[in-house]
């Protein structure tokens, strides 16, 4: 399989059951559109996030589809100034390229440093579909035990309404 082997062996010892999918890359929701409307589930947009002094950062989870403005972001989260983290938080806090960010990286958080937003419409899926820290390939689990993950992987999380 591909991706990250750390991620499959957190699942297995949650006994989180997951279905698993190769396809070429897709970096952008576009690409996932394409390559990923066979596969039955939620698909998911993830957005690692910093404030602007660099000492807080967050992840956001939503529906692909939903559009996402960054001024707009900051009023809702009240958070302050908010960027997108560089390839460097992405390596230290996620284990991550650009183009495969996941919720499922954040066991590389060993402090918990990262809070997670959560698309209060994802409530009612039945399954997520994220990829496992690789572009090229997806997993679908059910919206129970991605919470099981979260809960065992100890960051905090909340639900928000996204729809901006």
Known sequence: MRGDKNIYNKLN??????EYYEHPAIPTIEL???HKKNI????CKNIFLRNHKGKKHF????????????R?????????????ASDKRLTKYLNVKQGAVSPLGL???KENNTHIFI????????????????????????IQDF????DNIGNSYEFINLGI
């Open 13 to 18: 010892e949650l006994n989180i059951d997951f």
């Open 72 to 84: 707009q972001l900051e009023l809702l989260l009240k958070q302050g100034k908010l960027s997108f």
């Open 107 to 109: 066991i590389y958080d």
């Open 59 to 70: 992840f956001v989870v939503l529906e692909q589809n939903l559009k996402v403005n960054i």
């Open 40 to 43: 039955e589930a939620t698909h």
């Open 119 to 142: 698309d209060e419409t994802l409530k009612n899926a039945k399954q997520l579909s994220f990829h496992p820290n690789v572009s090229d390939a997806s997993i679908v689990i059910k």
């Open 147 to 150: 919470f099981k993950y979260l």
């Open 32 to 34: 996932a559109l394409i």
